[in-house]
């Protein structure tokens, strides 16, 4: 596995361009005297600070184990929150949604000062997160975004929408070189509805792709092209599979050839390579994200085209940043405010830099990257 040390957790996101002010109500207590202290507190600020110390409880909701990043960034917060002296509640959720809500309830009643969430759906935690805020805890969205909620002071996450403009030049660039000149056969694979992720990589691909489409380079030869045709219900590699089969099945028969495929992630690439290769298909061009071990390894063989490099090392110590801002009574990392809107409110984010990864520049990428970087070697 890979590993953090506080060193290098502290390190990432010391600096940025603007930054959202650690607000919330302090905790609550039957004592008179904190009573007291939180009113003087909230006198001499625009609303109190959030200030904790050593053995505060951190919550961390995670969503159902669907790629080895969320894995990781189990064993990442475990550890770096502990070693910044921290009490870390880290919980996935295999369970589903209803499993998520009774997760943060307890964190809440638990005592977190912060909680937070990678979600499950994101629209389906109003109610939770509201009681955390109304506990005086802090709820940041960590990778995906929380729907229709004002309860959420902020956003960490890699640039998603840009994630998408990088598969999709990703796609285009893979035909170039691979097929020659155009037109070429697509196909379009997007993430679950339910992951507030999957319209942003999917619109992020389209603003690429579609002028093409549009101008006869791309054809779409089963005519799904919009999301919810494309959508892949839970990231289950089966599920992509399926739908890839009906469309070979469907659409490419003979030899009808398929170019390329837009693919959301590493796990839906692998499916799609999977159901090509037993249609009798030559191997598409295929974009990923995530570079997952055996996606990175097909890239350096030269069969998926493309993955996405967003480091979860990077993404957790951000998010471990912030604990600590919150924790001194300083302020969030922010350096977006415009970018991302739940619904209800413009979230202030923290919007990491995904990297796009093909055989050519593989082996620079993972330099740093103890698990992926041999892979690359030979």
């Known amino acids: 596995m890979r590993s953090s040390t506080l060193t290098k957790i502290l390190a990432v996101g010391a600096a940025s361009a603007l930054a959202l002010t650690a607000c919330s109500s302090e905790r609550s207590t039957d004592s008179a005297e904190s009573t007291t202290e939180a009113e003087s507190s909230t006198e001499t600020t625009e609303g109190s600070e959030v200030c904790f110390g050593e053995g505060a409880t951190i919550g961390v909701a995670l969503p159902q184990k669907t790629s080895e990043n969320w894995v990781l960034a189990e064993e990442l917060f475990n550890d770096g929150l502990a070693e910044a002296g921290y009490e870390p509640l880290v919980q996935f959720a295999n369970g589903g949604v209803t499993e998520q809500q009774n997760q943060i309830d307890s964190m809440v009643q638990q005592g977190a000062e912060v909680i937070i969430v990678g979600a499950i759906d994101g629209s389906q935690l109003g109610g939770q997160l509201q009681s955390a805020k109304d506990s005086g805890a802090t709820v940041i969205a960590y990778d995906r975004l929380v729907k229709n909620t004002d309860a959420v002071d902020a ?60 101008d006869g380079t791309l054809t779409v030869v089963s005519g799904q092209t919009t999301f919810e045709q494309a959508a892949t219900q839970g990231w289950k590699a089966e599920n992509a599979q399926k739908r890839m089969d009906t469309i070979l099945s469907g659409s490419y028969s003979g030899d009808t050839p398929l170019h390329g495929v837009l693919s959301p992630n590493d796990t839906l690439a692998r499916a799609a390579l999977t159901s ?41 110590a951000q998010s471990i940043a912030s604990v600590n801002a919150l924790a001194a009574c300083e302020e969030i990392p922010i350096n977006d405010t415009e970018s991302y809107d739940n619904g209800v409110k413009v979230v202030p984010s923290y919007l990491l830099e995904p990297i796009i990864v093909t055989q050519e520049n593989a082996a620079e990428v993972y330099a740093n990257d103890s698990t992926l970087a041999p892979l690359t070697e030979g």
């Open 155 to 214: 956003y960490i996450a890699f640039d998603n929408y840009q994630v998408g403009v990088l598969q999709g030049e990703a796609l285009l660039q893979g035909l170039a070189e691979r097929q020659g000149e155009g037109p070429y056969n697509i196909e379009l694979i997007a993430g679950s509805a339910d992951d507030a992720n999957s319209i942003p990589f999917f619109e992020g691909a389209m603003s690429v792709l579609q002028p093409k489409i549009d």
């Open 276 to 316: 090509v290769s037993q249609a009798g298909k030559d191997t598409p061009v295929i974009t990923g994200q995530d570079s997952e071990v055996e996606s990175v390894k097909s890239i350096v063989a030269g069969e998926q085209y493309s993955t996405i490099y967003k480091d979860t090392r990077e993404l957790v």
